[in-house]
Structures are given as C-alpha cells and as structure tokens.
C-alpha cells in the first residue's frame, strides 16, 4: 500500500494547510459553510458563518482543532448568513460575491505603515509576468507542466509593485477586468455570445480567436487569454 497524506493526523492537515496559505488569503473548509482568512503568523479570523447547525458544529470542532495546533482563532467580528436553498451554479456564484467583497475591503498593500486596500490600485493598469514553468504531481502522482504567472500591480500610495497570484488578483479585479487583455501591440476584449454573433452579422468581423501568442506583439499571452474570442484594437507604437 502506498502512503497518502490520508492517513495523516486532523492536526498534522491543519497544520499543513494554514502554514501554506499566505497572510490574506481565505481558507474555507468545503461544506461547512465557513469562511477564514489567515490574518497573522499563527492567526485566523472567522469572517463569515452561515446560519445552520453544521456550520456551528464545524465552527467548534474546527475551533478546538486550531487551538491544539496552536494557532489564534479570531471570532469576534463573524459575520452570520442565511443559509439559502441555491441551485449550485447560484451558490457558487453567491459564494464567489462574497469572497470578493472580503478581498476588497481587507486585501492591503504589504508596506507595512502604507495600509492602502489593493482594490484602491489601478487594477486596470495591472502587468502580467511569465515566471517560467514548473512541475508538480496530480492526485494520480502524474507529473504536469504548469506555467507560472505573477500580476504585478503598483500601490497609488507608496509606489510599492506587489505580485499577485493569478487567481487572487482575479477575485478582486472581478470579471470585467479579466476579459481585457493588453499585449504591447493590441488591446484585446473577450467577447460574450450575443457580442459575437452580433460582430459576425455585422460587416465589420474585427474579431479574432486566440493560440498561445497575440499575434500582432508576438507576446505570450496568459492562459486565461488563450482560446478565447476577442476584438482587437492594434496600438499606436510608442515611437519618437
Ligand atoms: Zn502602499
């Protein structure tokens, strides 16, 4: 029989999970309808529970497995939610809402006296950065190559770049800014159904479908721009 992280204690999985998640980020069990954020070192704030008895449950059990590992818990600014009866799709959607408003009011620039919220940034203005590749194992230990990015965003107050994960600045830039695109060549926009068909029955056609490259820069374009339909609008070369 091979190991797995399975057979590991409650204690030891705590652990590992909280020391690996970065001063910020949430952390929420799946189906106990609890939501964490790491705030310090060995510290966790409860921000939101909802109302039912499972998650109260889970709120103790968890509470008590945090504390005999020896981190902090804060509980005392919990915000209580009705549990609603939600088709899943509208559940994650509701979930995803909530996870953006607790990334845009709490998320700070890392200067440690600047204290300026990053959905305060210039999101707009965000740079993505190719960081090269790297391997790691699936669940069936197959080993995959995955491309790492960083978003670099500037703080409007100290003038500090920070580097996002991807998926952290997707939470707080929200969908909108995820559908634009600027290469050094072209701005890009993706475009939703309706959109397209309506290009496609006009005459203009000024749409493209993306591969790896942005085919005006030849620039590598992040993942999330790749397969995607968009308009384009070629820039002006910034020459003399
Ligand atoms: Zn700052």
Redesign the pocket.
């Known amino acids: 029989m091979r190991s797995t992280k399975h057979e590991e204690t409650p204690e030891a999985q705590i652990e590992m999970l909280l020391s690996s998640l970065a001063v910020g980020a949430l952390w929420e069990p799946s189906g106990n309808g609890l939501t964490y954020m790491k705030v310090g070192e060995r510290e966790v704030e409860l921000m939101v529970q909802q109302q039912n008895s499972q998650a109260a449950q889970s709120r103790i059990h968890l509470g008590i497995l945090m504390a005999k590992t020896g981190w902090q818990v804060k509980e005392d600014n919990v915000q209580i939610v009705e549990a609603e009866n939600l088709s899943p799709p509208q559940h994650y959607m509701k979930e995803q809402m909530r996870r953006q408003e607790i990334a845009q009011s709490t998320w700070k620039?890392q200067?440690p006296e600047?204290g300026?919220l990053l959905s305060a940034f210039a999101l707009d203005k965000a740079e993505w950065v190719f960081l090269g590749q790297d391997k790691v194992d699936d669940e069936e230990d197959q080993e995959h190559e995955v491309e790492i990015w960083a978003v670099n965003v500037v703080?409007p107050?100290?003038d500090?770049t920070i580097a996002m994960e991807p998926l952290e600045y997707a939470l707080i830039a929200g969908d909108d800014l995820m559908m634009s695109y600027r290469t050094p060549a072209a701005q890009l926009e993706a475009l939703d159904r309706p959109t397209i068909i309506k290009v496609m029955d006009s005459d203009s056609r000024e749409i493209i479908i993306t591969g790896s490259f942005c085919p005006f820069s030849g620039a590598l374009l992040p993942p999330h721009v790749r397969g995607a339909v968009v308009s384009f609008k070629e820039l002006e070369s910034e020459e003399e």
């Open positions: 620039c200067t600047c300026c703080c107050v100290c500090t």
